[in-house]
């Protein structure tokens, strides 16, 4: 998975509790991106990062921040979790988003289960 | 607006029957192509992609996209089907012009039956 790892790979939380997901590379890519995967829906993007510090919104980010004070970190927040958040949670990296022909490159999931 | 449309939610195909992904997009301009695959569990893994140049691009494991800009197209193909093929396949584009982030499709489930 190209040097991407995301923790934890499962959680189940309840509603209302806050939840931090993470993301590491190993690749020194600049862009790095949250999506969320839910059946009819293929893939949505949540936020992405463009550098340390610098962030974006995406189709989906209400609900959800993100910080991203490393190169090789981006963190994924929900703030108070809702069972409408219950999903399962990709990372993705690309080298740069200057070269848009970039491809991008996907962690292996996690499992979010809100009650 | 961008966007995807993938429109089979499954496809069925004998082993060794030649298989098609279809995909059709819409975007301002030029677009850039994306074909990921997943498998149970895991994440998406890359397959191929159109920047520009020859239409048919080839791609890993055997797999190759037709871009078609007058149909707005871009079919995912294999000429023989293996089991070990059966996933779901995600067609994504983002306009080469801009700066929007790139969009994927729903989603295409491929089963392929021996």
């Known amino acids: 998975d190209a040097g991407i790892t995301q923790s934890p790979r499962h959680k189940v939380t309840e509603t209302g509790t806050p939840v931090t997901l993470r993301c590491h590379q190993t690749?020194?890519?600049?862009?790095m991106y949250w999506y969320r995967q839910d059946p009819g829906h293929g893939l949505r993007l949540i936020h992405y990062s463009y550098g340390v510090k610098d962030t974006d919104k995406g189709e989906v980010s209400d609900g959800y921040s993100v910080s991203r004070s490393k190169t090789e970190d981006f963190l994924l927040t929900l703030e108070s979790a809702t069972s409408s958040q219950t999903s399962v949670y990709f990372c993705a990296i690309s080298e740069s988003g200057r070269g848009r022909t970039d491809t991008q490159y996907f962690g292996p999931g996690t499992r979010l289960t809100v009650l | 607006a961008q966007s995807v449309a993938q429109p089979e939610d499954q496809v069925n195909v004998a082993e060794g029957n030649p298989l098609t992904v279809k995909c059709t997009y819409s975007?301002?301009?030029?677009?850039?192509l994306f074909w990921y695959v997943q498998y149970p569990n895991r994440g998406l893994q890359f397959l191929l992609k159109?920047?520009?140049?020859?239409?048919l691009v080839k791609g890993s494991y055997g797999f190759e996209a037709e871009f078609n800009k007058s149909q707005t197209s871009f079919h995912l193909k294999k000429p023989s089907a293996l089991v070990s093929d059966s996933a779901l396949y995600f067609c994504a584009v983002r306009a080469a012009s801009g700066n929007t982030p790139l969009v994927f499709g729903k989603g295409t489930r491929l089963s392929v039956i021996a």
């Open positions: 690749e020194n890519h600049r862009y």
């Open positions: 159109y920047i520009t140049g020859d239409n």
């Open positions: 975007v301002s301009g030029n677009p850039y």
